[in-house]
């Protein structure tokens, strides 16, 4: 149980402050840098790299010749070339090939010596630096063995292959392959590749930039666009990333519209930019995505001040429009609960209209019919008057009540280990006579059972609760701020670094949404929207700032300390049973 909140001032600190800052406005959110709308192409450091070995596996006696080429917007910044001894003899075949002699290499520096030296030029760790090679995996693959085989400093770069990335720019109808000396010549190069390191690395520098160059107009213009441009995505949809490029880089929800203007698709962003982007640079195996993706000609956004409030308006705005595309977190108020029916003989039922004064002893919602029908199943087959008999799995009767409503009022109120001990007792029975089937039945639907109550007690603190205010610190300084009531977000806001969040606070009381006591869950919101502000609220990091009083006809006369202490999670519950939560049957 949550202690009742203390202070304002004391939540955040009285009289302890952040750094200073350059001051701004308390409620309104820090602007997302520039950095976060993606490292642009001509600020990416490349480093083209081309080895020349003795023909065997990577490791400490392969390499005989390192060249690279340090480009920088699209100008050449440095080269490297080395002879390296390998340790062994060259085999006389590779000779032919390179040209590479044991003579040559005899006094040259060891592998262990060149390789030390290549890593210190080419800053491969650096965020904005590229390394690159043709066929990258042989030549990336003996750095990398060479150095681990020499207990050398490896840190695993970002990679370009200019081999994935030719195919992707020019098919077989305009070159006959894509070996180097074949692109090199397709695309102009002055460096004919001989099969010696730095010819061949001053070759793939015009192969790269001549892809790139190609692959510009289709949406591959950012260091962030690199890991997913040698996906096999059509060049059409591709250049509709340039839909994403006057979207802001902050949270924030996105509509994929059609030609005709209907909402096709609703998502959510922490970076609305990099993450609209990201659907027309990466290959997308979702058939009905990737259709939506090929027909999408607009993306409208609305931004907002944190992550938590696009999350919210994404669920909203999903219920609202239901778009075609969508998947999840559609028709909330059809998801049943399972409660007691008050009646002469009572027992249980299924519901989708569930009144507010039933929620705290209620278990659901479910995500379907079927799974909350299992959950029924599975407790009816514990609190029902007729005992198991240890064989039949059949469904149960309408008939069959709980032999007592008040352990049946307990389980649905929390305990729910009444049902949970019992059932997992005869699992275990049905296993021991090797029974698995019906032990698998019976498991698949405790299951069922228990991720109901899962997010029933999750739920059910934030769905009775007329006002909470809570607290997040941001990453980079200043708070996140949340107003709830009656388990929908009617209010957020963010403070800047080093300002006095206090005032924020209360413009947010002031200004959130007045939010009446709903008649029934899910009247006002969904409760997908609740548990996603339960989970915020729980999040190690966050702090009670205000909690007011609870409505009497769902707290309860009994409950002593008010409001803060009827705003309490049960401790362990349905999620101690984690391991028949997380089985798959």
Known sequence: MLSPPPSVGAVFGRGRREPARTPSSPSQPVQAA??????????????????????????????????????????????????????????????????????????????????????????????????????????????RGAARALDLDWREPVVLDTLALARRAWDRTQVPNHKLGTLATFVGSPTTPTHRALDDARATVDVLHAALERLGPQGVTHLEDLATATDPVPASRRVKSRLADDLPAAPGVYQFLSPAGQVLYVGSAVNLHRRVRSYFTAAEKRTKVARMLDTTVAVRVIETPTELEARVREL?????????????????????????????????????????????????????????????????????????????????????????????MRALSGEIDLVAHPLLARIAELSAQERYEEAGLWTQRLRALLLGARRAEQTRPLLTCPHLLAARRREHGGWELVAVRWGRLAGSAVTAPGVDPRPTIATLRATAQVVDRPARVGSETSVEETALLADWVLDAGARLVEVEGLDDDVAGQSLEG????????????AARHRRVIDAEV
């Open 34 to 143: 520039f950095a976060d709308m993606g490292t642009a192409l001509r600020e990416v450091t490349f480093v083209v790299v081309d080895l020349e070995t003795t023909g065997g596996g990577p490791g400490a006696h392969a390499i005989t010749e390192i060249g690279a080429v340090k480009v920088r917007g699209g100008v050449v910044d440095s080269e490297f070339s080395t002879l390296v001894n390998p340790g062994t003899a060259i085999p006389a075949q590779i000779t032919v090939l390179t040209g590479i002699t044991n003579a040559m290499v005899a006094d040259a520096p060891p592998v262990a010596q060149a390789v030390a030296a290549f890593l210190q030029w080419a800053h491969l760790a650096d965020p904005t630096t590229v390394a690159v090679a043709h066929n990258a995996r042989f030549d990336l693959g003996h750095l």
């Open 562 to 573: 008010g409001a803060a202490a009827a705003l309490s999670w049960p401790v362990g519950a």
């Open 316 to 408: 909203r705005l999903i219920a609202e429009l239901d778009p075609p595309v969508n998947r999840r977190s559609r028709a909330p108020q059809r998801r049943p609960w399972l409660h007691l029916v008050d009646s002469p003989h009572p027992h249980l039922g299924l519901t989708a209209v569930l009144p507010l004064s039933e929620a705290s002893r209620a278990i659901g919602p479910f995500p379907s019919r079927k799974a909350a029908l299992e959950a029924q199943r599975a407790a009816e087959s514990v609190l029902r008057l007729e005992v198991w008999d240890g064989h039949s799995a059949r469904a149960v009767r309408r008939a069959d009540t709980p032999a007592d409503a008040g352990i049946a």
